[in-house]
């Protein structure tokens, strides 16, 4: 079945320390696999795309994705997290008309 | 301004009774979804529809029905044989290589 797996479902981070948050993906074909961020409360605010072509991609807030096609995998960076960033990660996958998630990956961020 | 218009942000119902979330999108997109989410498990799909008048089941429909008479409504009833109802219910439009939520719905069944 085609899925998305977010391994990690907590991570702690201190303010100012990187960030990665892992993906991992089982498609047939390279999917469309997208980021989000959900913050308490809200709805989810997309941080980045990818479809095909360069395999780093760029977002908002500072974050990038890189596509790995030997490793099924479309891993989230951020260099120096903020105390802003504390929030629920959710990678997504979708083909067609489709979109399935991961579980999310929780951030909290420590002073 | 575009976009995906949920309501009500809150709903609070009684145990046995069904209840419909309504979905309103003004993007003319053809295909709309809808998504449960719980803490710990995510999106999971209920149900979604790439066209008027038609519709598929997602991973989790039991216990939940959809309508789409028309391009920008998507409404989703909750019925009583759904187990457990309460959750936070968020719905999408899908557009080209993007998806467009709503702000949500957060459902609690007393």
């Known amino acids: 079945a085609q899925s998305v797996t977010q391994p990690d479902i907590h991570i702690t981070v201190s303010e100012g320390a990187s960030l990665e948050l892992r993906c991992n993906y089982s498609?047939?074909?390279?999917?469309?696999l997208f980021w989000y961020v959900q913050s308490p409360g809200q709805g989810l605010q997309l941080l980045l795309k990818?479809?095909?072509?360069?395999?780093l991609v760029q977002g908002i807030k500072g974050f990038e994705a890189e596509f790995k096609r030997s490793q099924s995998s479309f891993n989230l960076r951020k260099p120096s997290v903020h105390w802003s960033d504390a929030a629920e990660y959710f990678c997504?996958?979708?083909?067609?008309?489709?979109?399935?998630f991961g579980a999310g990956t929780t951030v909290t961020v420590r002073a | 301004d575009g976009g995906i218009t949920q309501s009500p942000k809150y709903l609070f119902r009684k145990e046995g009774q069904n209840v419909t979330l309504s979905c309103e999108q003004n993007?003319?997109?053809?295909?709309m979804y809808w998504y449960r989410q719980d803490p710990g498990q995510g999106l999971r799909l209920i149900y979604y529809?790439?066209?008027?008048?038609?519709?598929q089941k997602g991973d989790i429909a039991e216990g939940y029905s959809v309508s789409r008479e028309k391009k920008e409504s998507f409404p989703l009833t909750v019925t009583s044989a759904q187990k457990n109802p309460t959750a936070f219910y968020l719905c999408?439009?899908?557009?080209?290589?993007?998806?467009?939520f709503g702000q949500g719905t957060r459902l609690t069944v007393v």
């Open positions: 997504a996958g979708g083909d067609d008309y489709k979109l399935s």
């Open positions: 990818y479809f095909s072509g360069d395999t």
């Open positions: 498609y047939g074909a390279t999917p469309y």
């Open positions: 999408a439009s899908w557009w080209g290589t993007e998806a467009f």
């Open positions: 529809s790439q066209i008027v008048n038609d519709f």
């Open positions: 993007l003319n997109h053809d295909a």
